[in-house]
């Protein structure tokens, strides 16, 4: 089965710091994405990449920048962590042959 | 641009069947698909349908495609308290090359016994 692993469960930072959301994939997906879910918002799109060294802004990039070195790793990085990114951070891979996407597990992300 | 609508709750009883509602706007839509999020997990694929077809049933779960009115509904025969999850409906183009969904909101479905 695909796997698709988010380093972290659960982090707490403080405002203003750095954070890395790491996202793994062992199945050779060229596509891989970065979504937020809230409440009431459902899945809002803050970044994807085509394939390795590619990257695109989705819908809500604002205070978000990403990094996609290796084929298999998606890195989703907080420039300045502010409250309002406290959310539920969901990344996806999907394969150029497959239908819809794989999801990891989540990652919720305090910032207070 | 795209938009995908959802309600955003559904209370059944053990045993009943279960049905949630989406809507979609994207007329170029090609595939659509249900979701399930289960409590502190991420999504998991459960069925997609091709928009030539009006229906795919997969064991408990019937999904109808009206394309005419872009509406889609997941129906789950005797629902049970494992299905309390959220649902989600998503639609994207050609899955060749790269594919972006969009996502409704989601639908919470409470299963009480």
């Known amino acids: 089965d695909v796997k698709v692993t988010q380093s972290s469960r659960y982090l707490v930072k403080r405002t203003g710091e750095k954070v890395f959301l790491e996202c793994v994939q062992d199945?050779?997906?060229?596509?891989m994405f970065w979504y937020r879910q809230d409440p009431g918002l459902g899945l809002r799109l803050i970044y994807f990449?085509?394939?390795?060294?590619?990257?695109e802004k989705g819908d809500i990039p604002e205070g978000y920048s990403v990094s996609r070195e290796k084929k298999e790793r998606f890195s989703l990085i907080l420039e300045s962590a502010s409250t309002n990114q406290t959310s539920m951070y969901l990344c996806?891979?999907?394969?150029?042959?497959?239908?819809?996407?794989?999801f990891g597990s989540g990652t919720r992300l305090t910032v207070v | 641009g795209e938009d995908v609508e959802q309600s955003l709750f559904l209370s059944v009883r053990e045993g009943d069947s279960s049905v949630i509602n989406c809507t979609y706007t994207d007329s170029s839509s090609t595939y659509l698909y249900w979701y399930k999020q289960e409590p502190g997990a991420g999504l998991q694929l459960l069925t997609y349908?091709?928009?030539?077809?009006d229906m795919k049933q997969d064991q408990r779960l019937t999904v109808l495609l009206n394309k005419k009115d872009k509406h889609l509904s997941l129906r789950i025969a005797d629902t049970q308290t494992g299905d309390s999850a959220i649902y989600f409906c998503a639609e994207g183009p050609m899955n060749t090359g790269f594919q972006k969904l969009v996502f409704g909101t989601g639908t919470r479905l409470l299963v009480s016994p």
């Open positions: 990449s085509y394939d390795v060294k590619m990257k």
């Open positions: 199945m050779d997906h060229e596509n």
């Open positions: 996806a891979s999907r394969s150029l042959r497959g239908h819809g996407y794989t």
């Open positions: 349908i091709f928009s030539n077809m």
